[in-house]
């Protein structure tokens, strides 16, 4: 039995993404603006959102694909240190759309230890899904140059648990959010995983999208955390 192709060998086809490894930015954030570093972001994961969802840019099944994606990549740059990650997806004749996106950086543990402290992996994962949760949660703004506000795990796990499924992995733990219902599992692997099922898209994402953040920002500021979501956060 010979090899299977390698990474950005197979041709995939109009319903199906391959794996495809997504670069880090090469932006000098001394000289350049942020935004710049975003719009890098925006380019690569624009296409892939437009095959998954099978619709025009405007179209807001598409929106919703391109918020997932876009927001997906950003935080694994801007807080797993590694330099690459991987993306799949499938989108199947029924309309059920699956989606996975692999790094092999720090692990979520180790970001968020940056500002909380951490019993175990599954307690940070069980963190990183809740609002303003975030590893510059309690750096300075002079050092979050991102502008990280901690919604991006939280509006996907809330969105997508809500219409399908939800997986986060990274370390030794892995959560699976479907419905109300969070299971935990344990399953080691040197990096972060997120894995989303979309078995049907909301008809007004954008209208959702502002309805969870704004449950978000509530919460986050009941249990202590005064933060907004950032722009990024909120454009869908």
């Not at 060998?9 to 495809?20: C, N």
């Not at 720090?106 to 590893?135: H, N, T, W, Y």
């Not at 692997?189 to 049907?200: E, P």
């Not at 954008?206 to 920002?217: A, K, R, V, W």
Request: with cysteine.
């Amino acid at each position: 039995m010979g090899e299977g192709n390698e990474v950005g060998e197979a041709s995939g086809s109009v319903t199906y993404l391959p794996i495809t490894k997504i670069q880090k930015p090469i932006v000098d954030l001394q000289t350049q603006n942020v935004q710049e570093w975003y719009d890098e972001i925006i380019s690569q994961t624009r296409r892939f959102a437009n095959l998954l969802s099978g619709t025009h840019e405007d179209a807001q099944e598409n929106k919703l694909y391109h918020y997932a994606l876009r927001e997906i990549v950003r935080n694994v740059f801007e807080h797993s240190l590694a330099d690459e990650c991987y993306l799949c997806g499938q989108r199947w004749a029924n309309g059920r759309v699956e989606v996975a996106v692999i790094d092999e950086g720090v692990g979520i543990s180790s970001s968020l230890e940056r500002s909380f402290k951490i019993k175990s992996e599954m307690d940070a994962l069980q963190m990183a899904i809740k609002p303003g949760v975030s590893c510059t949660t309690q750096v300075s703004e002079t050092k979050n140059i991102y502008g990280n506000s901690g919604f991006g795990l939280f509006v996907l796990e809330q969105l997508f648990s809500s219409f399908g499924w939800f997986m986060l992995g990274s370390g030794s733990a892995k959560i699976v959010s479907q419905g109300k219902n969070i299971n935990e599992q344990y399953l080691n692997f040197d990096g972060t995983y997120i894995g989303l099922r979309l078995n049907r898209p909301p008809k007004q994402f954008s209208g959702i999208l502002s309805d969870i953040i704004t449950e978000g920002e509530r919460d986050a500021e009941v249990s202590g955390i005064k933060t907004t979501a950032s722009g990024m956060s909120r454009l869908s």
